[in-house]
């Protein structure tokens, strides 16, 4: 036995010291996880306090009129880009996600793995505080606080706003999936030390072939195993090979867990008891969250695109509040109750009266959905709607804690493909509060990469002549470009690279965009043809200018940020969102990265579904 700890016999009284302390360090481990998210409140209780405290800064009221306000007011003198805080920058490289391998695997943003190495390091500091040179009870102390974190791992998994956490950070699900998943990681570590010190142990003195037909030791090895299947089929690369696959084992594995522990060791009880109490909240949640649609309407736009209309009933109407940017989970209740994958809302369903789904046909429930309905081909054009029944639940999004776009000076909105689902709602929203605001300044702009015209169609009758004035629709499939009539090309020195598929429905098969190793055009500084150099296309509306190439995202963030010499109030609140391939949301946070460093205060938001 290695130093410093060794196999030491102890008298009834340290047992019982030795017990105290385990169970001691095991409560001050899950009780610092709720000193941490208090403490996080200070996060928006001293930003309220300077507010209150600071004196008002003297207002001006801007010569040109950001459009995207439904009423003016009086803004603040803009700050001066050498004041801008580091801060903001910091914040910035938090958010960058880390990347390794060739296959460029992620292991969450820089603020997920410094949180994460953080909580580790306390876990770790109370696992051998006060153990002395005493092996069994590092041994034991390992398992006692990996098991005080079983509560709030599940409470990191509630979808709804009942999740206290959720309360505390203003945090989604969406948002703090990633620390479920790393908290996942850190339990297991913990766990794994004490299954092999406990082997080590019964080795070291010739009990194993004895322990091992206990039932604890059993149950201790079936935990153990339990474990490890989770946290091998939780990694991304399984995820996307067969999500179906991951959440079947994630949720069985999550329930038989439970009592596992609770037979192992008596001493684990308390926390075993409090886990199960929060999976039983979560899955009430669920279930009462769920409306049954007898009459959804589900049609076949083109060969793997679906859309999915719901009517939206006066209980569904009143029951629910739908924000742009939400989604919904759906069922076939004539097929399974488990509701796996994430539909974008497409539309506003309060102001349309109903809701609008498009799903490209991948896998699992939309490759079902599609089985429903007759193919499309050209002897057999997009079929007439089909009368389905759906179990929906939701709406779910961190678009509930979006701040008040209507503000900002520029907003950029950047999609592809079916990523449109996210950004659109949003757009119709700002451009619907501007009505009314004439200003020869566009500051809203909706950029949308899509591979044939026929994948944006379901698209143009929830926009008007007003709204296509700040769309740039770029088409990027040979057939959709030899029926253009627009005379723009690519760049000459542009690559194309296929995005990688991530198996969910937000995703694309195909690549979007041009360019580097990120799938886009983002090294030419060349700006993009005005829509005036573009003929336009006799199928599209005909406010609409299309692009026959995929857009240089580069020169469209160059002109979001671009302030004229003679103007002596630049805008200062931009923000930007995106909805689309890895590739893409990639490329984009780097373009705007550049900025950001450059002292350019930047809200960001990269919609993506990994979990």
């Known amino acids: 036995m290695s130093l410093p700890y060794g196999l030491i ?14 169970d001691f360090y095991g409560q001050a481990a899950q009780w610092s996880a709720l000193l941490a998210l208090l403490s996080y409140q200070l996060r928006f209780l001293v930003p309220s306090l300077l507010s209150k405290l600071r004196p008002s800064p003297k207002k001006h009221r801007k010569e ?21 805080s580091p801060w903001a920058r910091f914040h910035w490289f938090l958010d960058q996600h880390v990347s390794w391998g060739a296959q460029k695997s992620s292991w969450g943003t820089w603020r997920v793995i410094l949180i994460a190495v953080t909580w580790t390091f306390w876990l770790s500091v109370l696992a051998v505080k006060d153990t002395g040179d005493d092996y069994l009870h590092l041994t034991k102390r390992f398992g006692i606080i990996a098991a005080s974190q079983l509560p709030l791992h599940y409470m990191l998994a509630l979808k709804s706003s009942w999740s206290p956490i959720t309360y505390l950070t203003r945090l989604t699900h969406e948002e703090l999936n990633p620390y479920h998943r790393a908290l996942g990681r850190i339990i297991l570590i913990f766990l794994s030390l004490h299954a092999s010190f406990y082997l080590n142990f019964f080795i070291q003195k010739s009990l194993l072939a004895k322990r091992i037909r206990d039932p604890d030791v059993i149950l201790g090895l079936l935990a ?28 069985t594995a999550s329930v038989l867990i439970l009592p596992i522990l609770y037979f192992h060791v008596s001493h684990l009880r308390t926390y075993i008891i409090e ?16 409306q049954t649609i007898p009459n959804a309407k589900l049609t076949r736009l083109s060969r793997n695109l679906l859309s999915i209309t719901i009517p939206l009933t006066p ?35 309060q102001k349309d009266t109903h809701i609008r789904l498009i799903l490209r046909a991948l896998n699992g429930t939309t490759r079902l959905l599609a089985t429903t309905i007759p193919s499309a081909s050209p002897s057999n054009p997009p079929s007439k709607p089909t009368t389905i029944p759906l179990n929906i639940e939701g709406p779910y999004g961190s678009a509930t804690h979006f701040p008040k776009l209507a503000t900002y000076d520029r907003i950029l909105l950047v999609a592809g493909g079916v990523g449109a689902t996210f950004t659109l709602p949003i757009y119709r929203h700002l451009i619907e509060q501007q009505e009314g605001i004439h200003t020869q300044n566009r500051t809203v702009k909706f950029v949308w990469a899509v591979k044939s015209i026929e994948d944006a169609a379901w698209a143009f009758p929830y926009l008007d002549a007003r709204d296509m004035d700040g769309v740039e629709l770029y088409v990027s499939s040979s057939s959709s470009r030899d029926s253009s009539s627009s005379r723009t090309t690519p760049s000459p020195n542009a690559r194309v690279k296929e995005d990688e598929d991530e198996g969910m429905e937000l995703q694309e098969r195909e690549g979007l965009l041009m360019g580097h190793d990120d799938g886009v055009i983002s090294g030419d500084s060349s700006p993009s043809p005005s829509p005036s150099s573009s003929q336009k296309s ?9 692009y026959p190439h995929r857009p240089n995202l580069k020169a469209t963030v160059t002109r979001l940020f671009a302030t004229h010499p003679e103007d002596p109030h630049p805008p200062t609140k931009i923000a930007v969102l995106v909805c689309g391939p890895a590739g893409m949301g990639a490329a984009l946070r780097r373009e705007v990265g550049v900025w950001v460093r450059g002292g350019r205060e930047v809200w960001w938001h990269n919609e993506e579904f990994g979990w």
Do not use: C
């Open 64 to 84: 040109h009129v950001s459009p995207i306000v439904s009423s003016f007011e009086d803004q603040p003198l803009p700050a001066r880009q050498d004041q801008i």
């Open 538 to 546: 006799s199928s599209l509306p005909p406010n609409l200018t299309t």
């Open 224 to 251: 153990i195993t339990t474990f490890l299947t989770l946290g091998t089929t939780a990694l991304a690369w399984v995820r996307q090979k067969n999500y179906f696959l991951f959440f079947l084992i994630h949720v």
């Open 315 to 349: 209980s569904l109407s009143n029951s629910k509040t739908f924000h742009p940017g939400q989604h919904i989970y759906l069922s076939l209740p004539s097929q399974t109750r488990l509701r796996l994958n994430p539909f974008t809302m497409a539309n506003l369903p």
């Open 275 to 290: 886990s199960a109490i929060i999976y039983l909240i979560l899955i009430v949640q669920r279930n009462t969250s769920v």
């Open 9 to 22: 016999s102890l008298e009834d009284a340290q047992l019982q010291r030795r017990r105290h302390l385990l």
